[in-house]
């Protein structure tokens, strides 16, 4: 699976650890920065790693902020995303579930390293259940197309 990352600088440090992780599980991992702890805006790379999802150029998305919460923000911008913001394991189970969430936002000042391995393995590997939760995510859709462009 190709997975675009990012970060801000709030972020950069269990990004950093986050790729190193999940390349070493065999993804293949595509970093869209920052490249430093060095202090910087969330949107520019929120942005970069939304759209690369939203285009289909990876399959699933990875943002890492202080607490995932303004890079869900961004990420909700783009058509065809869906972004969660899952400091834990319920939510990160259920955004696969229910949403069929394509990027997982996380607060880097919020997690140690080994629980965001944990919730970032247990969202990767939960499948979307379909069903009912498939006419949502087609209503969804359909927002999209009638009101964005
Ligand atoms: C940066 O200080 C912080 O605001 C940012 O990382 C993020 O938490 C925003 O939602």
Same mark, same amino acid.
């Given at each position: 699976?190709?997975i675009?990352?990012?970060? $801000?600088?709030a972020?950069y440090? !269990?990004? *950093?650890e !986050? +790729?190193?992780? !999940?390349r070493? *599980?065999?993804y $293949?991992?595509?970093?869209f920065g920052? +490249?430093s702890? +060095?202090s910087?805006?969330y949107?520019?790379?929120?942005?970069?790693v &939304?759209e690369a999802v939203? +285009?289909?150029?990876?399959?699933?998305g990875?943002?890492?902020?202080?607490t995932?919460?303004g890079? &869900?923000?961004?990420?909700?911008?783009?058509?065809?995303? =869906?972004? &969660?913001?899952c400091?834990?394991?319920?939510? &990160?189970r !259920?955004s696969r579930?229910?949403? $069929?969430?394509?990027?997982l936002t996380l607060?880097? =000042?919020?997690l140690a390293?080994?629980?965001?391995?944990?919730?970032?393995?247990l969202?990767?590997?939960?499948?979307f259940?379909r069903?009912k939760?498939?006419?949502r995510?087609n209503q969804?859709?359909?927002m999209?197309?009638e009101?964005?462009i």
């Amino acid at each position: 699976m190709k997975i675009g990352i990012g970060s $801000d600088h709030a972020g950069y440090r !269990l990004k *950093e650890e !986050l +790729k190193k992780h !999940l390349r070493k *599980e065999g993804y $293949d991992v595509l970093d869209f920065g920052s +490249k430093s702890n +060095k202090s910087t805006d969330y949107p520019q790379y929120g942005l970069k790693v &939304a759209e690369a999802v939203g +285009k289909k150029e990876v399959e699933r998305g990875i943002l890492v902020c202080g607490t995932g919460l303004g890079m &869900a923000i961004v990420a909700n911008k783009v058509k065809g995303v =869906r972004a &969660a913001c899952c400091n834990d394991l319920f939510s &990160a189970r !259920l955004s696969r579930l229910h949403n $069929d969430a394509n990027v997982l936002t996380l607060g880097g =000042r919020i997690l140690a390293f080994e629980f965001a391995q944990e919730i970032v393995t247990l969202w990767l590997e939960t499948p979307f259940s379909r069903g009912k939760h498939s006419r949502r995510i087609n209503q969804i859709k359909g927002m999209e197309k009638e009101r964005f462009i």
